[in-house]
Nanobody, 123 residues
Framework: QVQLVESGGGLVQPGGSLRLSCVTS????????IGWFRQAPGKEREGVSC????????YYADSVNGRFTISRDNGKKTVYLQMNGLKPEDTAVYYC????????????????WGQGTQVAVSS
């Protein structure tokens, strides 16, 4: 069955870094767009960064542009999110999800989700 499993979250001080991993199985990841999303307490889930399958085209939310980098390794069936310069407002549960290759980086465009990994940024 289709599975996406996130890992790499944790507690980090402001200005620190984390690398999230999304390991996929049960489908050919090379044919799908993969996105990272996050949801903070009391807030709606939002798109953080997405990467296309065909050309590796990337999207970043304005709030993370220049600090986060998304990448994919189709051979390892894994998508990464390198997060640098973390801020307290980055605190959230981070999810990866699968979408059609024409999808925007919106949660409603994605149909298979991981269970999430918690990121907490605090001094």
């Amino acid at each position: 069955q289709v599975q996406l499993v996130e890992s790499g979250g944790g507690l980090v001080q402001p200005g620190g870094s984390l690398r999230l991993s999304c390991v996929t199985s049960g489908f050919n990841m090379g044919l799908w767009k993969i996105g990272w999303f996050r949801q903070a307490p009391g807030k709606e889930r939002e798109g953080v960064s997405c990467i296309s399958a065909s050309d590796g085209n990337t999207y970043y939310a304005d709030s993370v542009n220049g600090r986060f980098t998304i990448s994919r390794d189709n051979g390892k069936k894994t998508v990464y999110l390198q997060m640098n310069g973390l801020k307290p407002e980055d605190t959230a549960v981070y999810y990866c999800a699968r979408g059609w290759n024409h999808a925007n980086c919106l949660p409603s465009d994605y149909g298979a989700w991981g269970q999430g990994t918690q990121v907490a940024v605090s001094s």
